[in-house]
C-alpha cells in the first residue's frame, strides 16, 4: 500500500481512501491500521439524541498543517451538507459512549430552525 501511494503521489494523482468499521455503534474496531500512510483523517461517527440517530464529524488529523479539533453534527439534505456548531454539550461522542450535557439545539431540531 505504502510503494502504491508513493508512485500515485509521484504522479501528481490524489488518493482517497475509505475504511469501514467493524460496529457501527459504539466501540469501532478495525482490522487494519493504515493511519501512518494517510495525509488527513476524518471521523464520522453515529450518536443518539432524543431517540434520533444524529451524525458526528471531526477531523483527527490533518499532517503539514494545523486543522480544527472540534466535532461537528453534519447531515447530508436537498441542499447539500449542513454542519452545526461544535458539539459542546456531549461528551464521548467519538468513544461511542455519548452524554448529553447541555440544551444545545441539534440541526433539524426545531429550536435550530427558528421555531
Known sequence: MHELLGYLNQR????MLVLGQHDIV???????????LSDVMVLFRYFEHQCEVLTALAAV???????????????LTYGGL???????????????????????????SPAAMGR
Not at 501528481?12 to 488518493?15: A, F, N, R
Not at 459504539?26 to 501512518?36: A, F, L, N
Not at 488529523?61 to 447531515?75: D, L, P, V
Open 26 to 36: 459504539g466501540e469501532v474496531q478495525t482490522d487494519i491500521d493504515i493511519s501512518y
Open 61 to 75: 488529523k490533518n499532517r503539514g498543517s494545523a486543522h480544527e479539533r472540534t466535532i461537528r453534527q453534519f447531515r
Open 82 to 108: 449542513e454542519l452545526s456548531e461544535a458539539v459542546r454539550d456531549f461528551d464521548g461522542v467519538l468513544a461511542g459512549l455519548p452524554a448529553y450535557r447541555g440544551d444545545s439545539a441539534m440541526l433539524g
Open 12 to 15: 501528481g494523482i490524489v488518493t
